[in-house]
């Protein structure tokens, strides 16, 4: 930095410059601060010989005095000397050399005192934490953390965005809510799953043709606020029960939900919030256990074929509450509630359609694992182009739900109707959990375990699925498109009238099938552990037909029939004019094997079955009871 200047004389002459004043101010850098110092002219002699043992800061301002003497010499365009000018170069290089080291000295002080600053800031954060911040946050604005089970994974890694242009049968998107009965409901119950079942997103077959009639109001969008802005409807549905069996629908101009305000985390007088989400805490401590019975009751109710309910309001209405007055029969507590719940013009309504959330909760499920195990179980890969092409030809002819099938040799085992194993998957993943902490669809498991079959509709439904969730790869990507109502009844009809169609061929293969698969299911699963059913009694059936009084039968086995000769066999005809009979060894576990007797020929169609052939009726009716001979089937291991 270069030095000060100061004022001179009005006659700048060399001697003058050699001359000491009488008194002169010299200016001292101290740290950067400049002060005045008066010197006598005494004390200004004797300065040289003193100036060596002086401290540094002296030295320094008496360099700096020299080098403005220098610099007003410049000033005034008189000749320097070489030697001064010398001085005044290596003065000049000595101040900018302390004045670096003072501001080096500077930073490095800013610096560690920054560091420090940090260090502090830091092991105050580490003492209060991120979670104890979070614990004094309003309760608004804390985070929830929910842990995620297999199936949640599955539907979580099913959800995608939106594309930003509409597709055709898409509707709005609609919130999500985790409401305080489904965390309550998880307490009570101790299920880990029960996150997937109750995510309620409305009615899952809501359709743009249906939804806007003005005829549906709540209980089709199930208190889900649209998130869309549009405007509410005009008219919206009020459940009037005149009694317990009938229900009449009046019309009625709503309050809009928009207009309402926020909640502010307190609840209303009946526990709902604002966003018309019926809640547990909607009712009473005693209809509450109406309310879960009614909703696991629907899902059962689902499950055995009721897919399907009426479309117009009052219908729908009338199908949920002859719902609820089923599960209410099951306790004197439930009828009780019942009681309580008919009384109530608002709770009857708001049960209405709280009991619905569990049709939709499940029908979400099966639609969600069906998207997520398409692709890796037909192994949907290789670019847009075969993947196109691969699931073009899957959806013709329905070859998807058949068995056996090879994708790349385009090839399946035509004997195998409804015979995919992503059928078998989707249902056990469903209904037969390994887990036994599955909660949501105990009674129906329980159900199908007393049955010892499979509903039909069940198999049906999770085809139908499949077949949504195969055409979403359509284009090579997958590109999600709602599972509305008019799409999954159309190909529901279609493997329906499938099956009835089979069935007219076979009596026996429609019979035989729902059995097989049910007990695959069970043998995969603990499902029967995890139900009511008493484990002595379901051991003492196992060895129920073991009798060890009976002499041993020596049955001459002849040649089997081979599966693809059964469809040239005569029909199969009823009474005691029949003289062949066939025993049935089928098993797709090794070792494992179940007989069953028949009067004629078997089912046409079943593959993978060993038919042996008696050598008389009199050895079969030796071997089994008379009460077989009229055609019925008996099993044993």
Not at 128 to 157: F, T
Not at 614 to 628: G, I, P, R, V
Request: charged share 25%; with cysteine.
């Amino acid at each position: 930095m270069a030095p000060a200047t100061t004022g001179t004389s009005s006659r700048p002459t060399r001697a003058a410059k050699n001359k000491a004043p009488a008194s002169s101010a010299t200016s001292t850098s101290t740290g950067g601060r400049k002060s005045q110092k008066q010197t006598s002219t005494a004390e200004g002699t004797k300065a040289p010989s003193k100036r060596t043992r002086k401290p540094t800061s002296t030295a320094a301002a008496s360099t700096a005095a020299t080098a403005k003497t220098a610099s007003r010499a410049a000033a005034a365009g008189l000749d320097i000397s070489a030697e001064e000018l010398a001085i005044y170069n290596k003065l000049s290089a000595l101040m900018g050399a302390a004045n670096k080291a003072q501001k080096d000295a500077a930073d490095l002080e800013i610096s560690n005192r920054n560091a420090q600053l940090m260090a502090e800031e830091m092991e105050n954060q580490s003492g209060s934490g991120s979670e104890a911040e979070e614990d004094q946050a309003p309760a608004a604005k804390r985070a929830r953390r929910i842990i995620l089970d297999d199936d949640e994974v599955e539907m979580a890694s099913a959800l995608t965005s939106l594309p930003s242009l509409p597709q055709i049968n898409s509707i709005p998107d609609e919130d999500i809510y985790m409401s305080d009965e489904e965390d309550h409901e998880k307490q009570n119950r101790g299920s880990e799953d029960e996150q997937e079942e109750e995510i309620d997103q409305g009615d899952v077959f809501q359709d743009a043709s249906n939804v806007d009639s003005g005829d549906w109001g709540s209980l089709m969008d199930n208190g889900i606020t649209s998130t869309d802005g549009a405007a509410p409807p005009e008219k919206a549905t009020n459940i009037k029960a005149a009694s317990d069996d009938a229900i009449s629908v009046t019309s009625s101009t709503p309050t809009s939900r928009q207009s309402t305000p926020k909640s502010t985390g307190s609840k209303s007088s009946a526990g709902a919030k604002s966003s018309g989400k019926v809640k547990e805490s909607s009712f009473s401590d005693k209809v509450i256990l109406l309310a879960r019975a009614a909703k696991d009751f629907m899902r059962m109710r689902f499950a055995y074929g009721d897919v399907f309910p009426p479309t117009d309001a009052a219908g729908r209405a009338t199908f949920a509450w002859d719902i609820i007055k089923q599960s209410s029969q099951a306790t004197p507590v439930l009828r009780e509630a019942l009681r309580e719940a008919a009384a109530s013009e608002k709770m009857k309504k708001d049960l209405i359609t709280f009991a619905m959330y569990g049709r939709n909760a499940i029908m979400n499920s099966i639609i969600g694992k069906a998207r997520v195990k398409v692709e890796g179980h037909y192994q949907l890969s290789g670019g847009a182009k075969k993947i196109k092409d691969d699931v073009e030809w899957l959806i013709q002819d329905a070859a998807f739900m058949y068995g056996e099938i090879n994708l790349q040799e385009r090839k399946f085992n035509c004997n195998q109707p409804f015979g995919s194993e992503l059928i078998f998957t989707i249902i056990k993943s469903q209904w037969f959990p390994s887990s036994s902490r599955s909660k949501s669809d105990a009674s129906t498991t329980a159900a199908l375990v007393k049955e010892g079959t499979l509903p039909v509709s069940m198999i049906i439904f999770v085809t139908a699925a499949i077949e949504h969730s195969l055409k979403e790869y359509s284009t090579g990507k997958q590109t999600h498109f709602d599972f509305t109502e008019e799409l999954s009844k159309a190909s529901y009809k279609t493997h329906f009238n499938a099956w009835k169609f089979l069935a007219t061929k076979s009596s026996r293969w429609a019979g035989f099938w729902p059995k097989q698969l049910f007990k695959r299911l069970l043998a995969s699963s603990n499902a029967l552990a995890s139900t009511d059913q008493d484990v002595d009694e379901a051991s003492a059936r196992n060895v129920a037909k073991v009798d060890f009084t009976s002499p041993p039968v020596d049955a001459q086995v002849s040649d089997g029939i081979h599966p693809d000769d059964v469809a040239q066999l005569p029909e199969v005809l009823d009474g005691p004019s029949i003289d062949t009979w066939y025993t049935i060894i089928v098993g797709a576990t090794p070792g494992v094997y179940h007989d069953w007797v028949e009067v004629g020929p078997l089912v046409n169609g079943i593959s993978g079955v060993v038919y042996r052939k008696l050598s008389s009726k009199a050895q079969a009716l030796d071997m089994y009871s008379k009460a077989w001979y009229k055609g019925q089937v008996r099993r044993s291991r």
